[in-house]
């Protein structure tokens, strides 16, 4: 494996393009043909299914996406270190996160930790829900944001909760829902939903989901991918989103309303145990810190 066949992979995998990853790595179409075939047989396994009209990630693919942009961002790392011998040396910081935790303080937990430490490089990966716990535990990452998962739970995995979260309804300032503090599923039922694929809905959202399904419309049902998909179609006035409230970003013109005795995630941080890391343990305290301010 080498790292032409890598950045040939992740661009692919980022265009979905053989053509136009051919145009920014400058080489020809055969050329990154060839590198994806032979990445393919080192691996034994299909990474693209491709026709004459399409390109698009195999399941192998989609969980090889990581393990490649880690590689390439180690070499990187030791190409850099050595290219200016008398600079500092970067401290690397793999934070992994799901589709459900694209968590409002962030970017200001990172930012204190930058002023901290000048040198430290994030390094955020997106990783599936049902496999975080692998991540933490082959050294992917350093620490993991996530809600709580019982799989996790080992002698060598450290889980730290920060929160407990309960599920908000999300919708347009303008809907006739709105402006109440509360709303309960009988009346749910009666309203236009936007629901996450259940392959990537996470345990008490999923339950909720299956449970206002039923008997219903599939005309009134939207189905998406993510938390920002289904903020904009809220904000569209497609229907209702179903969201951990401390996910919920700030947008005008959306307000969130509580689901009556909806179950409390448990949402906090994973890492290792025996990590003695000092950038990791205060990031772990920064976080917590911004996250009790903001709830």
């Not at 299909?46 to 490649?68: C, M, Q, W, Y």
């Not at 599920?167 to 109440?180: E, H, I, P, S, T």
């Not at 309203?191 to 989901?209: D, M, R, T, V």
Request: aromatic share 10%; with cysteine.
């Amino acid at each position: 494996m080498n790292t032409i066949q890598l950045s040939c992979f992740i661009s692919v995998a980022e265009s979905l393009s053989f053509a136009r990853t051919a145009e920014q790595l400058n080489v020809t179409q055969p050329t990154v043909t060839h590198q994806i075939q032979s990445l393919e047989s080192e691996l034994n396994v299909k990474l693209f299914h491709r026709s004459t009209r399409f390109v698009e990630l195999t399941p192998e693919g989609v969980s090889f996406i990581n393990d490649a942009k880690a590689i390439m961002s180690i070499y990187e790392t030791a190409v850099n270190r050595f290219a200016n011998p008398s600079r500092t040396e970067i401290t690397t910081l793999n934070i992994g996160i799901f589709r459900f935790s694209q968590v409002k303080v962030l970017p200001y937990a990172l930012r204190e930790l930058a002023s901290l430490y000048p040198n430290v490089h994030p390094n955020l990966q997106i990783i599936p829900w049902r496999q975080l716990y692998h991540f933490i535990e082959d050294d992917t990452v350093d620490i993991v944001l996530s809600i709580e998962d019982d799989r996790a739970k080992n002698s060598s995995i450290i889980y730290k909760e920060l929160i407990k979260s309960p599920l908000v309804c999300v919708c347009r300032d303008d809907n006739r829902l709105a402006l109440k503090e509360t709303i309960s599923m009988e009346e749910l039922k009666n309203e236009k939903l936007i629901f996450h694929n259940q392959s990537y809905a996470i345990p008490g959202l999923s339950q909720i989901q299956v449970l206002l399904s039923e008997n219903r419309n599939p005309i009134d049902i939207h189905s998406c991918d993510s938390p920002n998909e289904a903020m904009i179609l809220a904000n569209a006035g497609f229907g209702m989103a179903i969201l951990p409230e401390f996910i919920v970003p700030w947008w005008n013109g959306v307000s969130q309303i509580k689901i009556e005795n909806s179950p409390l995630l448990s949402y906090g941080i994973y890492y290792k145990s025996n990590n003695e890391n000092d950038v990791l343990k205060n990031f772990v305290s920064i976080f917590e810190n911004y996250i009790k301010i903001t709830h």
